[in-house]
């Protein structure tokens, strides 16, 4: 099966610089790479995903780019904020399949003033 | 439109009980997963519903099961309470056959097993 490593475990920046997690996994089969975002006590949200038909993919101030070659893919936030503080998952799955998300085991990041 | 609702919030179970827990689908999807979400840890794949039928499970022991209503509602049962099984119970819904895959998270079930 999928399996989903993701580094670091925990991440602290100051306000306004970057934020880099980085994720691998081993299935070449898997063509689906979505990323959540959940605050304490709450539910996980989408905020970003790519398909293994594209490369890179952004949206304002999060990025995720993806290396097939290596099965690795990354999400990048610029410009971070206090509101940015939160647990991060990277997931990966195949479509179309009855297709179940494997999970990484998070980033806790933290933007300080 | 709703999204996906989970009932209920929080749950105090003794060893060995039974538990069911309920999730309402976001209008349109008609497909629920089940995850169970340590603390500290990502979430776990429990089972998939879609066609009132379980379609993929993940490696969770019998114990664990589930049913979905011809309204596409869900619900997951654990019998035999462990103090382990003390989580965050997700439900996800989405639509098959699932050319996006876009899952969409209920807010849990925290259950507390003592």
């Known amino acids: 099966g999928e399996n989903v490593e993701q580094h670091p475990s925990t991440l602290s920046v100051q306000e306004g610089d970057s934020a880099v997690i980085k994720c691998t996994y081993s299935?070449?089969?898997?063509?689906?790479f979505p990323w959540y975002k959940q605050e304490l006590g709450k539910r996980p949200q989408l905020i970003i995903d790519?398909?293994?038909?594209?490369g890179e993919k952004k949206d304002q101030r999060i990025a995720v780019t993806l290396n097939k070659t290596a099965k690795h893919f990354s999400l990048h936030i610029t410009e971070t904020q206090p509101e940015d503080s939160a647990v991060y998952f990277c997931?990966?799955?195949?479509?179309?399949?009855?297709?179940?998300?494997?999970f990484g085991t998070g980033t806790r990041l933290q933007v300080t003033l | 439109d709703a999204g996906v609702t989970q009932s209920p919030t929080h749950l105090i179970k003794t060893r060995g009980q039974q538990v069911t827990l309920r999730c309402s689908p976001k209008?349109?999807?008609?497909?629920v997963s089940w995850y169970q979400q340590a603390l500290g840890q990502g979430p776990q794949f429990i089972f998939q519903?879609?066609?009132?039928?379980?379609?993929q499970r993940g490696n969770f022991p019998d114990r664990f099961s589930g049913h979905q209503f011809p309204n596409y509602s869900s619900e997951l049962n654990v019998n035999a309470l462990l103090l382990g099984d003390s989580a965050l119970y997700l439900c996800?819904?989405?639509?098959?056959?699932?050319?996006?895959?876009?899952?969409?998270f209920g807010p849990g079930t925290r259950l507390t097993v003592t």
């Open positions: 209008s349109g999807h008609d497909t």
């Open positions: 299935d070449s089969a898997s063509n689906y």
């Open positions: 996800a819904s989405s639509v098959f056959p699932e050319d996006t895959s876009e899952q969409y």
């Open positions: 997931a990966a799955t195949q479509t179309g399949t009855a297709s179940k998300l494997t």
């Open positions: 790519i398909r293994s038909n594209v």
């Open positions: 519903y879609y066609e009132e039928e379980e379609r």
